[in-house]
């Protein structure tokens, strides 16, 4: 009921979801994705969960397509690569939380996509003593993904996301070390529910903090394409979409000189 | 999270709440009080007498033009350059209750204040003066309520919005002398040509104008949105006035049939009140 398709269905494809999470960059990392692979779009999520707002193309690189309206949900597809995407630019209602999550999870077991990556990111001041060590990424995998992925995780050597004890420093055997993503959005609860739900799903997370997050966004989608080999050639760079300017406001008024 | 100097402040992310980590177990008082707000919030459409019975008999309402004010100066335009011409009928008001309405005994001004009015030749001609405020949680239901008593086919929608200019984002310093001015964003539908030139990146909309546009993009309706950026926070002459180029977009026939003079103007703009006079 929320999702609108323009044209062609998608089926097996591989999905990629940004989590709204801290400093945003889930979606800029997908914005570099559609952007670089020119993705065309191919429906929208017309869902009551999001904010709404409406601008015209981000992505426009020449004068013809600048004027095409864009909505907070929308999904585009590569279909040479077998590659879709879910970008989000609004963040969810906060009472709405719990819905987007069921909402999200039951159009994806609809479309039949062959796996789904979630792309998000963790607040970098709640990191224990261990990982403020070495690499900021991690990643979380469904079982039944694991089983399909399991040679190719080994080989990228990936640090999986740490189990956090419930009380730091107290010693209490009976709390079990429990799942912990900070700043995440409904990250957790994706990934939870889709364990639940059998469903074929990978979290790739990076710890951030707010501010400019441009360089997370490339650092989350350079470690993306170690996997999914979206980008191959060696000297394709990553292309940065028009709506990525004035991220810091308007233009200084020459009279404060 | 610590800073250099050793105190411990709260981090706030632009994007995510501070949420619940696990999701706690509602007893059945919070759940019921939780329900209680969501129907308080909830929005409800009042129509007319012949309107209601049409809605009833499970027939839409006919609409070719559909154009909605949002903001004070947008409704103030309206209403003395259309509506002034006195050939309306009030058809139904959209009553949303949020955190922003003002409470009191009986009916508040800004609850009643989404008021639609038809005209009386060519009832095909809806028009919506929005001077309340609706949250973010009912954008989406106020404009799946209004769409779902409109028949669709043919149905073109005009939004004119005010906005602050400080929202504006330019490259190039914007001097207040350039405000109040339009910019235009349509659906993919939206065959005709805007009066303005088209949002540049990268301004986006939000709010009621948005949740409209969206539900049109979808829906394949030709829909057109008019936001005008202004310097002036508060009901402003000048700012009314820079909507004047869409009255070419509105068909003749509906307006009024002379512009209104300054006297005119200046009734409808002081029916907003004065929130404060600490900059006057």
Redesign the interface.
């Known amino acids: 009921p929320y999702y609108?398709s323009i044209c062609t269905p998608i089926v097996d494809d591989c999905l990629n979801v940004p989590a709204?999470?801290?400093?945003?960059v889930g979606q800029l990392a997908v914005d570099l994705v559609v952007s670089t692979l020119n993705m065309s779009r191919v429906g929208?999520f017309?869902?009551?969960c999001l904010?709404?707002?409406?601008?015209?193309n981000?992505y426009?690189s020449c004068k013809d397509d600048?004027?095409?309206?864009h909505?907070?949900a929308e999904v585009y597809t590569a279909a040479e690569l077998k590659l879709a995407v879910l970008q989000i630019r609004a963040?969810i209602?906060?009472?709405?939380?719990?819905r987007f999550r069921q909402q999200l999870v039951s159009w994806i077991k609809a479309s039949g996509f062959s796996r789904t990556v979630v792309l998000s990111s963790s607040?970098a001041?709640q990191r224990d003593d261990q990982q403020l060590q070495g690499t900021p990424l991690r990643y979380l995998i469904t079982p039944s993904l694991l089983t399909t992925s399991a040679d190719a995780l080994k080989e990228l050597s990936w640090r999986e996301m740490e189990r956090m004890p419930a009380f730091p420093g107290v010693k209490d055997a009976d709390a079990e070390p429990r799942l912990?993503i900070?700043?995440?959005?409904i990250t957790k609860g994706l990934y939870t529910d889709s364990c639940a739900e059998d469903l074929p799903l990978a979290v790739l997370l990076l710890f951030c903090?707010?501010g400019d997050n441009i360089p997370d966004a490339f650092a989350l989608v350079n470690h993306l394409n170690d996997w999914l080999h979206l980008l191959d050639e060696p000297n394709r760079k990553w292309k940065v979409p028009?709506?990525?300017?004035?991220?810091f406001?308007?233009?200084?008024?020459?009279a404060l000189f | 999270?610590?800073t250099f100097f050793g105190e411990v402040l709260s981090?706030?992310?632009?994007?995510?709440?501070e949420?619940d980590?696990e999701?706690l177990d509602e007893n059945e008082e919070d759940e019921q009080i939780r329900r209680e707000l969501?129907e308080k919030r909830a929005v409800h459409l009042h129509w007319s007498p012949d309107v209601t019975e049409l809605l009833r008999s499970g027939n839409k309402l006919q609409c070719s033009s559909f154009i909605l004010a949002v903001g004070h100066n947008a409704a103030s335009f309206l209403s003395a350059y259309v509506l002034a011409s006195a050939n309306w009928d009030a058809a139904g008001r959209a009553l949303a209750w949020n955190e922003r309405s003002r409470s009191g005994a009986g009916r508040s001004g800004e609850e009643s204040a989404c008021v639609f009015y038809r005209h009386k030749d060519e009832p095909s001609v809806l028009i919506c003066n929005v001077t309340c405020h609706i949250a973010?949680?009912q954008?989406?239901?106020w404009t799946?309520k209004v769409f779902d008593c409109l028949q669709s086919r043919e149905l073109a929608v005009t939004v004119l919005s005010d906005r602050s200019v400080a929202d504006?984002?330019?490259?190039?310093?914007?001097?207040s002398s350039s405000a109040p001015f339009l910019r235009s964003?349509?659906?993919?539908a939206f065959a005709d040509r805007p009066v303005c030139p088209?949002?540049?990146?990268?301004?986006?909309?939000?709010?009621l104008?948005?949740?409209v546009?969206?539900?049109c993009?979808?829906h394949r309706i030709a829909a057109v949105?008019y936001q005008c950026y202004s310097d002036v926070a508060g009901p402003d002459s000048v700012t009314v006035e820079s909507y004047k180029p869409v009255l070419n977009k509105l068909g003749r026939s509906i307006q009024v049939n002379s512009p209104p003079s300054t006297d005119v103007l200046r009734k409808f703009l002081r029916s907003a009140e004065i929130q404060s006079n600490l900059y006057i």
């Open positions: 609108t709204v999470a801290v400093g945003n929208y017309h869902t009551d904010i709404p707002m409406a601008g015209n981000p426009a600048t004027e095409e309206l909505t907070p963040p209602l906060q009472t709405r939380s719990k607040h001041y912990c900070p700043g995440g959005g903090s707010e028009s709506s990525w300017s004035l991220l406001g308007s233009g200084i008024p020459p | 999270m610590a981090v706030y992310s632009r994007a995510v709440e949420e980590e999701e969501e973010e949680d954008l989406f239901e799946e504006y984002k330019t490259p190039d310093y914007l001097c964003l349509h659906s993919s088209s949002l540049e990146q990268p301004n986006i909309i939000t709010g104008p948005a949740a546009l969206n539900h993009q979808v949105v």
